[in-house]
Nanobody
Framework: QVQLVESGGGLVQAGGSLTLSCAAS????????MGWYRQAPGKRRELVAQ???????KYADSVKGRFTISRDNAKNTVDLQMNNLKPEDTAVYYC??????????????WGQGTQVTVSY
């Protein structure tokens, strides 16, 4: 079992910045991928940024050049630095991880979510 706790959400004006943090605990030795998703009301949940097990980073096209994901494997944390925020970035942001089980078995976990609101 892996537990994910997000922090750092809040209210910011357009053009401002926020940094989200996610701390993983439990069976963290088996983490294969870790990153951030977001979901706005009435919209589907979408990938924002993610590390895979090889360290490859994937960003959503809408956040490239504005958001930066970083990790500290020793601390089992992943951060999302969000710059030049836009109103369309308003959403609940969720930390996500995929862990390895026995052999090829994998499991997916989600944090509780943290609200990011960007005003005009």
């Amino acid at each position: 079992q892996v537990q994910l706790v997000e922090s750092g959400g809040g209210l910011v004006q357009a053009g401002g910045s926020l940094t989200l943090s996610c701390a993983a605990s439990g069976s963290t030795f088996s983490i294969n991928a870790m990153g951030w998703y977001r979901q706005a009301p009435g919209k589907r949940r979408e990938l924002v940024a993610q590390f895979n097990s090889r360290g490859t980073i994937k960003y959503a096209d809408s956040v490239k050049g504005r958001f930066t994901i970083s990790r500290d494997n020793a601390k089992n944390t992943v951060d999302l630095q969000m710059n030049n925020l836009k109103p369309e970035d308003t959403a609940v942001y969720y930390c996500n991880t995929i862990t390895a089980g026995l052999g090829p078995v994998q499991y997916e976990y989600w944090g509780q979510g943290t609200q990011v609101t960007v005003s005009y």
